[in-house]
T-cell receptor, first 112, second 114 residues
Framework: EAQVTQNPRYLITVTGKKLTVTCSQNMNHEYMSWYRQDPGLGLRQIYYSMNVEVTDKGDVPEGYKVSRKEKRNFPLILESPSPNQTSLYFC???????????FGPGTRLLVL | KNQVEQSPQSLIILEGKNCTLQCNYTVSPFSNLRWYKQDTGRGPVSLTIMTFSENTKSNGRYTATLDADTKQSSLHITASQLSDSASYICVVSQSLFNNNDMRFGAGTRLTVKP
């Protein structure tokens, strides 16, 4: 089944404790993105990648890192999480020739 | 100010009724507009995509319209079902294949009651 998977789905952590949220897609898509979704705001792009080893900042990249060592994986790294990073995070992927973007199920993060 | 404004923020209707959700945008240049459905606890799923030259597109009971001159779009849901309860998100892109110029509305939360 074609899908985007994220792990973990739920995470509670404390300020400053490094964490990684994994994202994997099995559709051989070139484009992958990370978004955060907060109440009353639209999805905002954190980082995106157009292919392996090619990443760039989105609208809200501060406090986040990403890597794209393999085509299928695009982990999101929070080196020193802070409470304002409490949010719902979505990974998405897309074939560069297609218009439809596929979203993962989301990761709900709480930083205390 | 968000470049994509959706209204209403939330809506409650009875099962079987029709409803229309609105999306106004100021994004320019414009390439395409998408409507997504997001069930609670899930990622958004694409419903329709319209380019500049299209002014209506249907997907089952969902019909999206686009007026590129007034920069308005609507999503009409016919004969609503309980499973239509979700958030509906309007997304406007400035280019067709770029991945970093999409602007998301905050969504309309629709609740369909029996």
């Amino acid at each position: 089944e074609a899908q985007v998977t994220q792990n973990p789905r739920y995470l509670i952590t404390v300020t400053g404790k490094k964490l990684t949220v994994t994202c994997s897609q099995n559709m051989n898509h070139e484009y992958m993105s990370w978004y955060r979704q907060d109440p009353g705001l639209g999805l905002r792009q954190i980082y995106y990648s157009m292919n392996v080893e090619v990443t760039d900042k989105g609208d809200v990249p501060e406090g986040y890192k990403v890597s794209r060592k393999e085509k299928r994986n695009f982990p999101l790294i929070l080196e020193s999480p802070s409470p304002n990073q409490t949010s719902l995070y979505f990974c998405a992927s897309r074939d560069y020739r297609q218009e439809t973007q596929y979203f993962g199920p989301g990761t709900r993060l709480l930083v205390l | 100010k968000n470049q994509v404004e959706q209204s209403p923020q939330s809506l409650i209707i009875l099962e079987g009724k029709n409803c229309t959700l609105q999306c106004n945008y100021t994004v320019s240049p414009f390439s395409n507009l998408r409507w997504y459905k997001q069930d609670t606890g899930r990622g958004p799923v694409s419903l329709t995509i319209m380019t500049f030259s299209e002014n209506t597109k249907s997907n089952g009971r969902y019909t999206a319209t686009l007026d590129a001159d007034t920069k308005q779009s609507s999503l009409h849901i016919t004969a609503s079902q309980l499973s239509d309860s979700a958030s509906y998100i309007c997304v406007v892109s400035q280019s067709l294949f770029n991945n970093n110029d999409m602007r998301f509305g905050a969504g309309t939360r629709l609740t369909v009651k029996p």
